[in-house]
């Protein structure tokens, strides 16, 4: 029976439950959009000081995976959820882009030049070339995020999701590219551009391959919702 096979596995939250968890923590409200602007303004902060531990926290602080993980279980399950989760991620990071925007253009007025920026601890653009270089490390550091983030989710500990946020490019690569946008440096914007969407499939496909491994195994069951 259906309770039979839920008892196994007593860590694991029924499908209603990581949809309703998913759907209330990864809908972009005000607060949320509110913080995607500020993350956003945040990250261009850091990165354009080359101080890690600003871009850091930009990073933990946005609520920017739930929604591309909504979208994987939507679609696995058949859920018109999917499409809610599309409008969060291009909210969310509409409004991240507006924030980044805002710090960029302020910037550069003063003079800076956002993109090498001023260097700190590291070294001036030190970080602007990691986050826009694709490596076979990153693309498996991404990977084992999605991972994990996705296992998170169906245990419900969304909360620990935002520790995931800090080894995905979600954030830096879309903060990057409006700051090379508004520096004019339309090749490093591209990449930027190129290492988000490859982020987002990521997510997106991970989190799919994890959710249909378990409904055919310890779920074996579509929602009722």
Do not use: C
Not at 89 to 103: C, D, H, K, S
Not at 134 to 140: D, G, K, N, Q, Y
Not at 142 to 170: E, F, K, Y
Request: glycine share 8%.
């Amino acid at each position: 029976t259906h309770s039979e096979e839920i008892n196994t596995d007593g860590s694991q939250t029924i499908w209603e439950e990581t949809l309703s968890t998913i759907n209330e923590q990864s809908q972009m409200t005000y607060n949320n959009l509110l913080t995607m602007l500020l993350s956003g303004m945040i990250a261009v902060m850091g990165l354009a000081t080359n101080a890690i531990h600003v871009v850091i926290g930009a990073s933990l602080l946005a609520p920017g995976f739930g929604a591309v993980v909504r979208i994987s279980l939507g679609l696995v399950n058949k859920h018109t959820t999917w499409k809610q989760g599309l409008k969060d991620v291009f909210a969310g990071y509409a409004a991240l882009l507006i924030g980044a925007t805002i710090t960029a253009v302020g910037l550069k007025i003063t003079g800076t030049n956002v993109l090498i920026g001023s260097s700190s601890y590291l070294p001036q653009d030190k970080l602007v070339d990691y986050f826009t270089t694709i490596t076979a490390e990153s693309v498996l550091v991404s990977v084992l995020a999605a991972i994990i983030g996705t296992i998170l989710i169906l245990t419900n500990r969304t909360l620990l999701t935002a520790g995931v946020m800090l080894l995905l490019a979600l954030v830096t690569s879309a903060s990057i590219a409006t700051m090379a946008f508004v520096q004019g440096d339309y090749a490093i914007g591209l990449q930027a551009v190129g290492r988000w969407i490859l982020e987002f499939f990521i997510i997106a496909g991970i989190s799919a391959v994890v959710f249909l491994i378990k409904k055919h195994t310890v779920m074996n069951r579509n929602m009722k919702i």
